[in-house]
């Protein structure tokens, strides 16, 4: 969208027209009347949305399939080629078109991949679905040995149909072929194999795979009467300076869970394509692509189903052409919560009434709230009324917004059905069109809340904690920031969890952190950051009193004075090295002693040494770690060899 933004730009200057058209623009009062400035700015100047949409294709399928066929032929195979490797071939599994050769011939180099990294399961899978789709019959034998070979890793001892299937079409097979020799040789030691009564039982294989640890959600003693997600540890306030915030109903100890909360929409990021699955976003090695775009991909048919009713009929055409013009996570996640909101309204109408009562209600503390008086994080009204910061942002980033909006809204209007019906590419007479320039105004209004308000849905890979998707939590989206958080975010497959990490006494507020810490990055750096995408200067007590970072940070041993405080850390702290050497290696299975020793050293040092301290720094970041390994786990798999 650079392009697009600097030739509307030149444009402008030539027409010598930018200066008027701004200080029309600052004039307007409402996101709808924006679009509607915007596509007759872009009506005037020429500025058309095109954008093939990547779609499905035979020769790009085909050009990844080879690109992968490149490196994994050359047999130098570690972890990291074959992942590389992979992710070429399940791209091919997406461009090819359903059904096709190309598409059977991806899923079964694949399945040769996954055989690799000791994912026998999954390789079946491929392998089931390469030879249910136009796969050449001249290779069929190499898989249906190949899937026999994973029968019998994986302790299955009647592989006899699959070795006739294999002898059948190895047979079909011309005498020139030269792969024939090989495969017959191997076919008769299969027979062979699967012949001894202790079939592979001596290699102890372990099959490996992606296993995400799902202990149970966290319970909440008492639930609170106006958040159901929440615990009655917390209330909900307002006022001018704080906006909405949430603040302790009582002393709250480190640990107690405050909410479990269910974002109200979930996005995978692009990153993760090829490796997540775009509706529940679990890690899958073995995705399956949408049938129409090249964009979404699925652990199963059941995931692709459910995705596909609850919104991806109308995003599968609209996706991929947006990220065509270089569109980014959050831009998609706008689409996402106006679908979402259309279809739990149930229809245009029913939405702008929705609307209306929100815009109505004069009580800032109450704008959430459904008509049960509650807070409910699955209700679009609660996404709807977070803040947009509308009066803060600068004029350029507020039309650059509506640039985007618009774009996004051409798209929707002229591919999808969202309207009843694909509409005409006619740019005057999408502007004149109220439902399609409400529904644009409601994506802007998107445009402004996501920066401020979403949350990053995480999960661990090794020692990091990265990005697996984008999370729309209404409740958890009231909290507000400090560069030293007394609460943690905790990530499980289908929720977040919100812990307090450190003792919070009643009428305090509880804070989130917003990415920047006080520990990690400069204060000047932090304040400048936190304002920019924010649009607040942040008063917190690391702020206030511009605490050192970590490597500054003075040890209790320094700070305590009194001797027998400095004894009571002594002995809170004793096993925190074993423990920090436990989180380091993962190893934390059967061990639940753990988190309650580590907030009991939080106790401790909260009412024994000032802060900021070192080892109160080093016993929430190891706490942290300990708690998301609780979480979303995704394991990258390690290239198997067979020990005979």
Partial sequence: MDKVLDTLNARLLAANKHRELTDQYKKLKTDQERVVFTL??????????SATGMPKNAKESEKLREQGNKIFVKGILNNTTCIDVLKLYTKSIAFAPYPSE???LGYANRSAVLFQLGLHSECIQDIDRALALNYPDNLRAKLYLRKTECLIILGNQSVEDILKDAEHWLDKMSLNDTSRDKLKIKLDILHNKSAQTELYTSMKHTEAKIVEKQPSLPTI???????????????IKYNKYYGRHVVAARDIRPGEVIAVEKPYSLLLVQENMQTHCSNCLRGCWANIPCKYCTYAMYCSEECRNIEWKKCHDIECTVFPALIEYKYYNLDLLSIRLAVLALREAGSIKELKTMI????????????????????????????????TNTEKRAISDLFRRSLDTSFI???????TVIFGAKLSEDLSLLEKNNDVTFV???ILRHQ????????????EQGLEHVERGIAAMPFLSLFNHSCNPNILRHSRPKHIVIYAMYPIRKGEQLLDNYGKHYAITPKATRQQKLFKQYYFICDCTPCQEDWPLYHELQSFKTLVKKPEDKAKIKKALRKFNMYVDLATEGNLQDKPYIINDLLKMVQVLHDCAPMPCMEMSNVIETLKRVYDLNGNIFEIPQVWTQRK
């Fill in 440 to 442: 644009g105004g409601l």
């Fill in 102 to 104: 190309q598409l059977a």
């Fill in 356 to 387: 209306k009562e929100i815009d109505e209600c004069d009580d800032p503390r109450m704008k959430a709230f459904f008509q049960d008086g509650k807070l409910h994080s699955d209700k679009y009204i609660s996404v709807y009324s977070l803040v």
């Fill in 448 to 459: 402004q809340i996501i920066p401020s308000n979403m949350h990053t849905f995480g999960e």
């Fill in 221 to 235: 003693k008492t639930y609170n009467n106006e958040v159901p997600c929440a615990s009655d540890a917390v209330v």
């Fill in 40 to 49: 007759n700015v872009m009506k005037e100047y020429d500025i058309v949305p």
């Fill in 409 to 415: 809204l051409y798209f929707l209007a002229t591919r």
